[in-house]
Every structure is written in C-alpha cells, then in structure tokens.
C-alpha cells in the first residue's frame, strides 16, 4: 500500500509542479504552441515520406513460397498418402479459384 501511494503522490506532484506551469505557459502563448505543434507534425510528415520512418499496411512476407514435407510411416496404404496430398492440395485450389489470371503468372511457379 506505501508503494501505490508514493506512486499517486509522484503523480499528483508531476501534475501540479511541472505540467501545470507548463499548460499555462502554452496557453498564454496559444499562437507559439499551435505553430510548434504543426512544425513538428509537418516534420514528422517529412519523415514518413522520406523513409526515414518505415510504415507498412501489412505484415512483411519473408517468403512467398510455402514448402510442405509430409513423412509418413512405413507400410501407408496408397490411398491414405493420397488423401494426405489432396488435403495439401486444397489450399492451392482455394487460392486458384479466387485469383486473377494475372495473380496466377506472378505468384504460382510450380506446384505439383
């Protein structure tokens, strides 16, 4: 219970000692503050169209290829290995029927 307490007195002095003189201070300068702020926003803008700040929608793909090793025990009827491939074989399918022909030439090499 001391520790939440130094916590909440440290907050409540950060508050009242440091940020509050600093508030007013941007208020009584409302016009320095807000051209501050749309520098740094126009330089972080620069950043971002630089490069120097990488943003991506989505995830990096290490690798656009999947590589599937499947052993199975000795003595595996043929047909279970079949099986086996066909359930390996179904995500391509899935992925042949809901692709443009252009998405097949680019991205589909070989698959066997």
Do not use: H
């Amino acid at each position: 219970m001391a520790r939440q307490q130094r916590v909440a007195n440290s907050i409540v002095r950060f508050a009242e000692q440091i940020y509050r003189p600093f508030l007013e201070r941007c208020l009584a300068r409302r016009y320095t503050t807000t051209m501050v702020f749309f520098s740094l926003f126009l330089v972080s803008l620069g950043l971002f169209t630089s490069g120097w700040v990488k943003f991506f929608f989505s995830p990096q793909v290490e690798n656009e290829q999947v590589y599937i090793n499947v052993r199975l025990p000795p003595g595996t009827p043929y047909s279970r290995s079949m099986e086996v491939l066909g359930s390996c074989s179904e995500p391509k399918s899935n992925w042949l029927k809901r692709s443009t022909p252009r998405q097949k030439r680019s991205r589909l090499r070989r698959v066997d």
